[in-house]
Nanobody, 114 residues
């Protein structure tokens, strides 16, 4: 299984970005996909996750600003990030959890300037 993340970049505070993650390989249809982020000096933290059934979970810090979605037929996942803040600056990673297996994509940098 491989995950390919894209869509990071530099944006001013209050702006928007959309991250995408495409999964390829042999993927069990029941799984959870998610976005995590890691800022310098900090641990990697959950941003948002979505199950193959559509149940979502968000970190309190992004609720109301970020929206996670997925297309099960295409094995893709998106994260729409609005009202971005400087504290959202981090490397964002997509993750796929299938049974006891966890797969990570390469990170994509998101930088929000004040």
């Amino acid at each position: 299984v491989q995950l390919q993340a894209s869509g990071g970049g530099l944006v001013q505070a209050g702006g928007s970005l959309r991250l995408s993650c495409a999964a390829s390989g042999k993927i069990f249809r029941i799984n959870t996909m998610g976005w995590y982020r890691q800022a310098p000096g900090n641990e990697r933290e959950l941003v948002a996750s979505i199950t193959s059934g559509g149940t979502t979970n968000y970190a309190n810090s992004v609720k109301g600003r970020f929206t996670i979605s997925r297309d099960n037929a295409k094995n893709t996942m998106n994260l729409q990030m609005n009202s971005l803040k400087p504290e959202d600056t981090a490397v964002y990673y997509c993750r796929l959890g299938v049974l006891t297996y966890v797969y990570w994509g390469q990170g994509t940098q998101v930088t929000v300037s004040s």
